[in-house]
T-cell receptor
Framework: ETGVTQSPTHLIKTRGQQVTLRCSSQSGHNTVSWYQQALGQGPQFIFQYYREEENGRGNFPPRFSGLQFPNYSSELNVNALELDDSALYLC??????????????FGPGTRLLVL | AQKITQTQPGMFVQEKEAVTLDCTYDTSDPSYGLFWYKQPSSGEMIFLIYQGSYDQQNATEGRYSLNFQKARKSANLVISASQLGDSAMYFCAMREGPSGGSYIPTFGRGTSLIVHP
């Protein structure tokens, strides 16, 4: 196990609703990245948070937003849900900076279904 | 252009045999890193192996080794002595830019590996 946890594990929402997904990073890590993985695809980068600031963003609209807290845990918020938002959402933590490691460690993911 | 290409959507291998999963990449950055992840049906991405662009030797981690051919821009994963538990999706990913900084890895579409008895 990586020590990265995500909640909830599964979620069903309807179009137009809002959702918040949560991630607790591995102890000692200061960076959290979020990915969306549609069925049959590789993970697509949404954004990354480093020391509570957004530190890179993929090609996702502003209705995808996030937060990182002082304990380095993180939230992903999605407003105005669309059917295409149905996917596995993965959180990954890593250590960036002095003594950094190359590897991102992933959580088990949250499966979101939008009806 | 695709940055990471995995041309094998599915692979079959018999238990105890070796298998090679292909990955080619495209970058003009001299500093980059290549990763392989395993994703079982449960969904969690499990880190397997990492190769930096300046590493002189091919990376190895237990039964996993990375056949890194820089001139051909390929980074194939070799799994020796396949086990039934190796059945999963395998993703190749690349980070562009120097190590030690934040980075945004790009993932390929994955290869489904099935190990049969």
């Amino acid at each position: 196990e990586t020590g990265v946890t995500q909640s909830p594990t599964h979620l069903i929402k309807t179009r137009g609703q809002q959702v918040t997904l949560r991630c607790s990073s591995q102890s000692g890590h200061n960076t959290v990245s979020w990915y969306q993985q549609a069925l049959g695809q590789g993970p697509q980068f949404i954004f990354q948070y480093y020391r509570e600031e957004e530190n890179g963003r993929g090609n996702f609209p502003p209705r995808f937003s996030g937060l990182q807290f002082p304990n380095y845990s993180s939230e992903l918020n999605v407003n105005a849900l669309e059917l295409d938002d149905s996917a596995l959402y993965l959180c990954a933590s890593s250590l960036v900076g002095r003594g950094s490691q190359e590897t991102q460690y992933f959580g088990p993911g949250t499966r979101l279904l939008v009806l | 252009a695709q940055k990471i290409t995995q041309t094998q959507p599915g692979m079959f291998v018999q238990e105890k045999e070796a298998v090679t999963l292909d990955c080619t990449y495209d970058t003009s950055d001299p500093s980059y890193g290549l990763f392989w992840y395993k994703q079982p049906s449960s969904g969690e991405m499990i880190f397997l192996i990492y190769q930096g662009s300046y590493d002189q030797q091919n990376a190895t981690e237990g039964r996993y080794s990375l056949n890194f051919q820089k001139a051909r821009k390929s980074a194939n994963l070799v799994i020796s002595a396949s086990q039934l538990g190796d059945s999963a999706m395998y993703f190749c990913a690349m980070r562009e830019g120097p190590s030690g900084g934040s980075y945004i890895p790009t993932f390929g579409r994955g290869t489904s590996l099935i190990v049969h008895p």
